[in-house]
């Protein structure tokens, strides 16, 4: 098995075909959207392949470390940034082209109009060490 996150973006990803920004929807379709993921993931944790998944608010901090003794940087939010995560979902695949028909999935999340969004997401695989080999 193999780890894979799913990005979703607000902005930054290409447009996507129903390219109508949240802010915009109505409650239904803000509503239709939510539980399409719902129903995602539970099909998922139905195959064993959902690992976890959550929305994000657009607001946000960057912290860095100062130095011993000094309190952390901070500076933020950065609402209006090029790129901002609308949130992630971690599975855990066989194979990269399960992961990427997962996507495919996802990607048909319905947006405005209750029509498909066909967003793009960004599919990254975990970073593994190689199996450790003892002689």
Known sequence: MA????????RGAPAA???????????????AHVQYMQDFAAKLEGTGEFVDGQALA?????VRYDGEGR???????FAETKDLIAGW?????????????LAGDLSA?????????HEWLELRPFLTEPPTIVD
Not at 89 to 101: G, H, K, N, P, S
């Open 3 to 10: 780890k894979y996150l799913l990005l979703k973006h607000y």
């Open 17 to 31: 075909v129903n390219d109508v920004p949240m802010a915009e929807w109505t409650p239904e379709e803000i509503s």
């Open 58 to 62: 657009p607001e946000g901090t960057f």
């Open 71 to 77: 309190p952390p940087v901070t500076d933020g939010p």
């Open 89 to 101: 979902m971690v599975i855990d695949v066989e194979t990269y082209e399960r992961a990427l028909e």
């Open 109 to 117: 999340a319905p947006g405005a109009g209750g029509k498909p969004i």
